[in-house]
């Protein structure tokens, strides 16, 4: 046996993955990629025998029949092993951070060099060479570089802009300055009380992540959550999902000065981010999900704010789209501007709304459902009936569209749970079992930037012997280096705000 399959928030014995060479990981994941599935994660996790040995375990996700393909490579520290990236671009950062951490040597890799930022006492490997970016040679090129300091309340990150004249031939994009060292986190202490570590992964996306987490240790203690949670768990993801899409729609239209959409996008914004302050004391939906459960109930009054709320919003939100995307100065900026195209967005690993923008339908709530999603499926989604013009051409139209359309599909669930929630009366928090001893185990959620991965695996006491982490961003970061090709230095914000990516979120 090559591989184990798994369902979502699946736990399964360590020692019962199966244990093959990367040379045949590679026949493995070209086959995976022949029947449809596509790569999710690959990551190391050191062994105590024998000393300095790491098994790197790949997880792969079949989106039709809903399932996780897992196995796995043993391999030493410093190893030389045949890269997969060649054949498979969506390894190439895996690879990378492979290298970084245990000094794996992925041959023939086409660009080896760290993931982030090197800093001593952080990384095993320090490039002592510096950061080697992208050449690019003409006597009409030249290199526009901005940050990693920027000018505002922003995260760090370097972006290098290979250009010709004002066109962009290339991006390059180096992230990871802060160090925050936040899976090291995870494996101090009880993993069950670290509901807010996981909600600060990413804190535009602090519902998402804590799902994630919830639903691994969930997983790890092969424990449940009551229905009614499962459905509270479900409306604050939506509302997390509405309220960003929202914003985001806002900062587009102000990046091409469209002041009625700045303006009134963000007043339904603040309407959906003060209902999530409704629900659970925050507007960003901190302190809402736990293991077992959630923290917070929806009583009656509660139910009809939220209720008047998302219909007002949804509405309202309908009507201004209906403008803004049939304005043709609006159009003029967005369509033909920071296109990703379907082939491209599959062999880099497009995730979430940026993928589905170019004509990827991958979305978990559907592929791998959970919780609520698992009763109450989404009855609409946004590629199956797509209101209006189709949003798959993969540019910031379509970025920008998909937003729309999944504001809309997330407020009428809403809508369809809240009415749901009298039908499940059996509370909202459960206990949750200690993690079991030297298991694996992996939880998937689609929040609102795209497929956000909690793995951990356990030693022989049940402590954390490595917890993983992998936000959406992990692979729409190169996406939007290469929307940005062939553009113009100054359609990057534009390009930019349609992917909206967390720096954090990849900084762990």
Known sequence: MDRVLLKNRAAIPFDDLPKI???????????????????????????????????????????????????????ERGATVPSLTPSIPAFHLFERQLWEEFGIVPQDHPWLKPVRYPHDGHTPRRVEEGYRYFAMNGEESHEVAVGPVHA??????????????????????????QHRGAERLFRTGPLAMKSVLAESVSGDAAVAHATAYAGLVEALGNSAIPRRAAVIRAIGLELERAGIHLGDLSALCNDIG??????????????????????????????????????????????ERIASTVRRVRDNAGLLAASVFDN???????????????????????????????????????????????????IKTVLQNGEGKAAISGDVYA?????????????????????????????????????????????????WRGETLHAAVTGDQGETLRYYIKDASFHNWFGLALAVRENGVSDFPLCNKSFNLSYCGFDL
């Open 328 to 378: 043709q100065n609006v159009l003029a900026r967005f369509e033909k501007t920071g296109t990703v195209d379907t082939a491209t967005a599959r062999a880099i690993g497009l995730v979430g709304p940026a993928g589905r923008a170019s004509g990827l339908p991958c979305d978990i709530r559907l592929t791998h459902p959970t919780d609520a999603y698992s009763d109450h499926p989404l």
């Open 399 to 447: 970025r920008a569209f998909v937003r729309h359309q999944e504001i809309q599909d997330s407020l009428r669930y809403i809508t369809e749970l809240l009415g749901r929630l009298d039908a499940v009366q059996d509370g909202i928090a459960a206990p949750v079992e200690r993690p079991r001893a030297g298991m694996v185990a992996f939880s998937i959620t689609e929040g």
């Open 21 to 75: 060479s990367y040379q045949a990981m590679g026949d493995i994941a070209i086959g995976c990629l022949c029947a449809g599935l596509r790569p999710v994660a690959l990551f190391g996790v050191p062994e105590e025998r024998p000393a300095g040995a790491v098994r790197i375990i790949a997880l792969f996700a079949d989106d039709v029949k809903g399932t996780l393909a897992v196995t796995s490579v043993h391999a």
């Open 258 to 303: 469209y002041l009625p959409g700045t303006q009134l996008f963000a007043v339904m914004r603040t309407d959906i981010i003060n209902t999530s302050l409704a629900l659970c004391g925050s507007r960003f939906g901190r302190g809402l999900i736990a293991p077992g459960g959630v923290m917070h109930d929806i009583d009656e009054k509660k139910k």
């Open 152 to 177: 505002g309340v922003i995260e760090p990150g370097h972006f290098r802009f290979l250009c010709d004249g004002e066109r962009v031939n290339h991006l390059e994009i180096q992230l990871g300055y």
